[in-house]
């Protein structure tokens, strides 16, 4: 199971445990500052809390105020919606994977947006919890370093060490400043001298990784996103205990931080990762879809919707529902189709780590 | 001084300080990480000033429960401007936000609606506003007691170019 959905699940029997009595104080009532309208020369879109569509499923949906085009439906099947009606019990748990389509610089320059709803009586609880993938390959560094010297004190040969440093293959950090320290776990340094032709222990430490710094997706850029102590996304919850319940989540444009669209497009092909995965999907802590769980209130799955974004390459293929991964060029300009990377061409093969290239 | 109580102070001061700390001394919120927010005036959602990122840190503390939860409910935001006076009503919304022993969350939050966009508007007939808006968040802290916490925004409210709202940003193409 993954580290942040975890720590949300074990957290949950707390949160379950507070119905007791504790009556809060009053919060001061400043209702009268309240005002759902939040823009003069707006026409007529409500923005307040009131949601803008039917609340009938539990689903998600394209916002159709927005002034480009994006689709939501059943994976492999365009005509249907991304909507389920919840189990009333676990036994009647139901599971929609849905796809997101959108065309590559509407999701590069104005950023992910879509809407949930939850119908009323459906749900006691929501949880959801976005996409994320390895970036930079994490790994635990090796356990001895060891170094050998002469009778001079000089390095005659030494294991997992340069210069005398202890040297870890997951610390990218050691090459480029930017980039994050993915080692984990501690090491022994044992220094054996030639004069002495003894082998000591001379200190040690820890290689001093975080994973979660080597982690990237829409996850993190949540802009409600709360991280644990160690850096994690977690999970969030909604306590809806049967009231209906919308959402807009609404993800900023990459095209301030990043080059490619893989922070948010998850879609891949397995046939672009020899039949696999990308990379970035085999790690640990990897959550490859956009998670979103209905429960009962003890914690029971009734409903989930795992989404996948695709971005699309061309304009003309987006709209006729054709091939979402053109190549080649344009005819006028020279300049290539497919302007964004996703994950078909930011990591081909099923052993090649994103790193800084995202 | 009685030496006896003396021996006792640095005690008593462990106690009063470090051992029952107070909810609001280890908190820390920043809004727009203390730059300047600018509001339009006139506007089509969205509107700047809305969707503001917050941050709000809560101090680890060896005497508070690992699991202690910071709660935050809702906020108001009031204004103060030296060109706008009186200055609009406040602005008030609900919020959802925890914040567990050692953790940062962020979060949005909008510093005007419609009401004091139009006000300064009209009072400044289209110019620029300089001012400071004061937001208060109240919830309730690690011990269910109502918490308040206050912190200044230098905002600048004004008519900004449609083609400008939202972002600012620059896109590498």
């Known amino acids: 199971m993954n580290r942040p959905l975890l720590a949300l699940l074990c957290g949950l029997p707390t949160v379950l445990a507070c119905e007791d009595e504790t009556v809060l104080p009053d919060l001061p009532d400043w209702s009268d500052g309240y005002e759902s309208d939040c823009c003069p020369g707006e026409q007529g879109t409500d923005t307040g809390t009131e949601p803008p569509i039917d609340l009938v499923d539990f689903a998600l949906v394209a916002p159709d105020d927005l002034d480009y085009d994006v689709r939501i439906h059943q994976t492999g099947a365009t005509g249907n919606a991304c909507a389920l009606t919840p189990g009333a019990t676990v036994d009647e748990y139901v599971q929609m994977d849905c796809t997101l389509e959108v065309a590559e610089l509407n999701l590069f320059g104005e950023g992910l ?14 949880v959801w919890m976005h996409y994320m993938y390895e970036a ?91 991280l644990t102590a160690d850096g994690w996304p977690t999970a969030r ?120 290239a995202q | 001084m009685n030496h006896r109580l003396a021996a006792w102070a640095p005690f008593v001061a462990l106690v009063g300080a470090g051992c029952n700390p107070v909810a609001a001394d280890l908190v820390e919120l920043s809004i727009a990480g203390g730059a300047t927010v600018d509001v339009d005036t006139i506007c089509d959602d969205p509107c700047l000033g809305d969707d503001v ?39 008030a919304d609900t919020l959802a936000v925890s914040v567990t022993n050692g953790q940062v969350a962020s979060f949005v939050v909008d510093l005007a609606a419609a009401s004091q966009r139009e006000y300064v508007d009209d009072v400044m007939d289209g110019e620029l506003a300089t ?29 900004y170019d449609d083609s400008d709202a939202g972002t600012g940003t620059e896109v590498t193409l």
């Open chain 1, 113 to 126: 947006i879509f809407d949930l709803t939850v119908p009323e009586g459906s749900c006691e609880h929501v």
């Open chain 1, 136 to 226: 930079w390959e994490v790994g635990t560094g090796p356990d001895v370093v060891a170094i050998t010297v002469d009778e001079d004190g000089e390095i005659v040969s030494e294991t997992n060490a340069y210069g005398g440093e202890p040297y870890c293959d997951y610390n990218y950090s050691y090459w480029d400043v930017d980039a994050p320290n993915c080692c984990l776990g501690s090491y022994i340094v044992e220094v054996t001298d030639l004069a002495t032709g003894q082998t000591e222990v001379d200190g040690g430490g820890d290689w001093g990784g975080e994973a979660s710094d080597c982690y990237a997706g829409a996850a993190f850029e949540d802009p409600e996103v709360v």
């Open chain 1, 237 to 356: 919850i909604e306590n809806l205990h049967g009231v209906e319940f919308y959402k807009r989540f609404d993800f900023d444009l990459l095209g301030d931080q990043y080059a490619t669209n893989v922070n948010y497009a998850n879609y891949y092909d397995p046939a672009d990762h020899d039949g696999s995965v990308p990379a970035g999907y085999t790690g640990e802590w990897a959550v490859p879809t956009y998670r979103f769980v209905c429960y009962d209130t003890a914690e029971e799955p009734l409903a989930r919707i795992d989404l996948v974004v695709r971005e699309w390459n061309e304009e003309s293929e987006y709209e006729a529902g054709g091939d979402p991964d053109t190549e080649g060029t344009e005819s006028t300009t020279g300049l290539p189709l497919n302007d964004r990377q996703d994950w078909a061409d930011a990591t081909p093969g099923d052993s090649t780590w994103i790193q800084a």
């Open chain 2, 53 to 91: 990122t917050a941050e709000i840190s809560f101090e680890e503390h060896i005497a508070v429960d690992v699991e202690a939860t910071i709660e935050l409910r809702q906020y108001k935001v009031e204004y103060s401007f030296d060109a706008v006076d009186p200055a609009p009503e406040y602005f």
């Open chain 2, 131 to 159: 001012g400071t808006a004061t937001l208060t968040f109240a919830g309730y802290d690690f011990r269910d007691e109502l918490i308040e916490l206050t912190v200044d925004v230098p905002i600048l409210f004004g008519r």
